[in-house]
């Protein structure tokens, strides 16, 4: 679907202008094209691959879907691929993709199963005519930008839930909701992570080592982008990190209650056995037992064994088993 | 065993050819031969050492098999040992190879121990001459991504499978059975790695650095296999990381439900010694016990002993031990 | 808020200036303006990248703050983000940020969420007129000198905490205790290793391969600086392994008491289960028991139960159980 | 001990020599000699040293011996240090070492505490001199690759030897033995890594890079030799991963164990409580208990006990505790 | 503290000189100054720095103390240190530092809280005037050997003593003694690795790429002991990478002694239950309960009890409970 196309010159917009009539506009000077998609068909793909001379295994990729991150070099154009991560309103991860070809006169801009409306970027980029004098690839820059920066939020989210969890940590009986959002939490980490970690490096060769031409002078931009995705990795390695030593550490909380409730359940079972012990021992049918027959016999036994259980409840108290 | 052996001109094919006619049609300029072994006796391997003069080291590795794969250049020819992965009826994972040899005009590749056809690619490189014109480096490519394109469906499976066991992984009484199933997936992923780990770095050489000559015009398609690499690479990291946590966590529901059974058993036993404790002070013989003379006595007893039991009962499924 | 801007000329201070002044003395040779502000609203940064000419990135990153650590050159300036790190009086470690902009002839340093003073080494510096003579990238080497340098009491509390923790990592019954307190003590080892690691890449460029002009005749002081950060990350890495060690010891340490309580648990449960058993069997109402007819059945049986009890319990204790 | 001193020419044998004649026939052109010492003697090496010229730290190396494979270059001269592996009658791991020096026109061997015979590799050498002809590298080659290939055998037995174990890792009560076999697997793993591991990067050096003038033509060879390291490295690092993670499963396997044995006897415990409790009711001393005067009380009794036994029996069947 | 302050001159000692007449001698070519200095006070420090004109940074290091071992050049000055480790009487490892300055005609050492003497590495040298003729950087490579040789016996204690921990990892109830043992070698290891690790980072520089002037001719002696580092290191690695394992199986031995414990508790519970339920059965007060009139009813009844038990036992035996 066709989102919009609209021709730039020295920074401000020329015109909305159809798509057959994009090549005419790259051959003026100092003008170039934007050309927004969305969910596009193989048609319109096939339309845009004529119009601007992309190379066949790139319009396979941005068809097909489910590349990873990566910026990649076709002669003169860059194709990079972009994931968009958003919270569904199940609080799920949503990965979607962004497909960008820039090109020293376009950007094209392909975006698939992704709510995200990229339409600020163009609004913002409008309004600062300085800057979109740089040309694509500052376009290029804003959006990346613009999806990077939405991907902080979704770090934020999993930072509070690890909090969450956190304050849980030492909490008896919490250990298997515990674990389990523990679990969960890992697997949206390394949703994200996926998303970040292999645009590092590719993001890295758009300011650093041989630049392509394109991206020449917008380094300090790209360079930016790249500080943001460092950050954002070394929050998900901690995230990892902490993960990894929660689930331990909960582990070793199950251990303790575990034995927590085993010294326990031997203290009670240890005052129970000698009653036991005690009634037994009285309850035995030998003719010849003469407590059986003094008249505070049966007081002095229920004494007796009251006595015994309080001080094992003492002595068990004091040791910490009950 | 040839399975066939072509000459091939402007990129499109010439005539199925005698091996002895071989070493004339290499001869002619623009004409490329192209031949298909499969488990290939140490006969045939000298035969083709012989037409196309390949190094004694190569033509030892493709007998031999069990090499890791890799791409190795011998003057101006490459060789290449790929694995083939496919899943066995039982669900095994079977790994066979397929070596490749490219020169300047042939390109000869010998298939060991797997059932995959490569037909295919043959056929669907006659059908695009404007392809097949790029030459023997072009067929390479065309093997290579076959056999690469076909670790994507084992890689899916294994997926499956993993979120299959976590699906289960929270539920009680299956920890055996998903662990057994983890180790089982954790091995079939080693296997499917070495498959793809050591090509990854094989396949970067053929369109970064200093590229073979004969790779020299297909770079981007090489660097295409490559992406399709890191991507299955990622997958798999994915899995092996995931796995460790799984059984991590499995161990975890492991120790969490004997602490709820060893909670259960220990409650249920606390109840029961309450019961034989009062029954056995009232099965003592002291001669003097009045209660045991009261005309209620007994009822008195068992509600008291109910009573007790109820109380405990309660306070014990209050506080999640039972 | 401003706190001081000072013009210093060869290596000795010329005069507090006003702000206005700045672009003044900044025209004359051999001069150099050092101002320090603190908390810095978006208006004086304004001022301030109007004065000094900064790139708009910079000071973006100067005023949203929670940068990771870092060195980065526009143009001819460098902008370096530094962690400050303070233990607040509630033990807890409060991280700050020093943002320094270095220029050939002025520094700008930005402090924000810090209570540390850094008054001394501008009256340091001052005293040193030798050293000062180097100009901007002397103030700069000062600057990141006096933060890194007090990362050292932090780590050492770091490790007197940690070895608190090990005396009592082998004591019954501190488990609980232990893991929370190496739980807190990873996470924050995390805050400081956040400060810390970044920040040696970052410096590494400072006196090594294509050293930015401004630091070219400071390398010496900045491989100082490096060298400190190195030492810090290897005593980090020490206690990061150390810990995960601990916790695993500990998990040891709870399995080897659960063990023991069960071995006691065990060894009494059989004591009580004899007497009982004995207990039982005289306790049945056959008929004909001749033992219980006889006139010192009741202590012999009495005798019987006692010897075999001892004899139990110094099995038990033999094997250890007890 | 001397085992041979032969010289070469054009990749024929040209003679056993006598020592004393070894520095005449080096003067040769086109001629070099091989010299193969076994458990050397100190003064045999200084022999050695004075003939070939041999850099004393060489020397004193091939000497001490336990030293960790390496190729080291003392100006023409090649010093090479290889671990020989193999396996003793008592199924230990025993290692040797290989010490090579080689020269333009001489090769030292000197085998240290290893039973391994390489005249084969001389047998081989001789009978192919159009490989032999390559002189001196060649024949280090030869050695190398005859040492490098007796790894492999030892690593199969190793992979057996874990088969093995994991056939048996989910049968019930195999948990110790499987452990102490997975330990020492582990350490035969190390002995064999540490002979294979730094070996790869010293021969990486023979065939990439700045290589070694007297290696020059024949790198294929020793990319060869470096293509076997990696598959074996690749070979141990699953093994390394494999086992970690049995001894990770052996432990869930053993805590399985302990809760089904733990369930179970729950599940008796309570079965034989509820006898107790009935037989300790209606053992109570109470006058008045109307069913014991019962005619069939005491056939009711032994039925309800039974009854009551059977549905705890059934139950506990159900839900898998029994 | 002044140990010793000697000139020397084509490899033989010239004289023992004062501190004053350094200047003097180094102004004499071929001729270089061996000062040796312990546990140095600031002031002795002062005049070193004086006389050979060292940096004040360096200076400051080896004043302070506590660096981690490096190798830093300050013009044609190389500045090093070192750490002595050695076993204290009470088998603890103590660690000092030997501070090395080395100039094109000096050397001089300052030793730190270290009991190691390095009067033989003097002698040695003053012994081999043909090795000594090299200059101050053999002599910077003897003092760096020396040391470097003393952490093999240490490597070898912790070896022994992990073999010592190893031979008892299978013994049942000496876990809780292993971990402790376990643990402390780990922090012992910690500790010779901090001597070890960062140091072969610091000689690599001397023997390779771009090496300092003052080194230039002595490569092979400091890639000689480059290569002690790195079997070191891998010795430390092994070490780690055992106790590591030897922690998870003891951990594993912990909970398979405490499974085996488990099941011979149930299986002598399950035993006395059963005479128990037989005891109270017959210890009921029913009125008409025939066998209990029988002659020879005790008599059965004891044997009734004991028949089941033996059975029970026989049973537990078998399965492997008892």
């Known amino acids: 679907m066709l989102i919009n196309c609209v021709a730039y010159e020295n920074g401000s917009k020329l015109a909305d202008i159809p798509i057959a009539e994009i090549s005419e506009y790259l051959k003026r000077p100092g003008c170039f094209v934007w050309v927004a998609l969305k969910d596009a068909t193989e048609g319109e793909l096939a339309v845009m691959q004529a119009e601007f001379d992309l190379h066949p295994l790139a319009i396979e990729d941005a ?15 860059l194709f990079a691929v972009v994931h968009t991560v958003e919270m569904s309103p199940a609080d799920e991860i949503d990965v979607g993709e962004l497909n960008i070809f820039v090109g020293n006169n376009f950007v094209l801009s392909v975006r698939n199963r992704s709510g995200q409306n990229l339409l600020a970027v163009r609004e913002r980029s409008e309004r600062e005519p300085q800057l979109l004098m740089h040309g694509p690839a500052f376009v290029f820059y804003a959006l990346l930008d613009a999806v990077v920066d939405r991907y902080f939020p979704i770090i934020d989210a999993l930072e509070t839930e690890l909090e969450a969890v956190e304050e849980k940590i030492f909490e008896p009986g919490a250990s298997q909701a515990n674990i389990r959002r523990l679990y969960d939490l890992k697997s949206d980490i390394g949703i994200v992570r996926h998303a970040v970690a292999p645009l590092i490096d590719a993001v890295h060769k758009l300011f650093s080592g041989r630049v392509p031409a394109v991206c020449e002078n917008n ?4 360079r930016d982008v790249f500080d943001h995705l460092l950050r954002m990795n070394g929050s998900l390695d901690s995230l990892r990190d902490t993960i990894g030593t929660a689930i331990q550490v909960n582990l070793a909380m199950v251990a303790i209650e575990e034995s927590v409730v085993n010294k326990r359940l031997a203290a009670w079972a240890g005052i129970f056995a000698v009653i036991s012990a005690f009634a037994g021992i009285w309850g035995m049918n030998f003719k010849l037992m003469p407590e059986l027959e003094w008249k505070y016999g ?10 015994v259980c309080v001080i094992l409840y003492r002595q068990f108290k004091k040791s910490g088993w009950l």
């Open 63 to 77: 068809q097909h879907g489910h590349q990873r991150p990566k910026v990649e070099e076709y002669g003169d154009t």
């Open 219 to 222: 380094r300090e931009y790209f």
């Open 298 to 307: 049966y007081p002095m036994a229920l004494t007796t064994i009251a006595v």
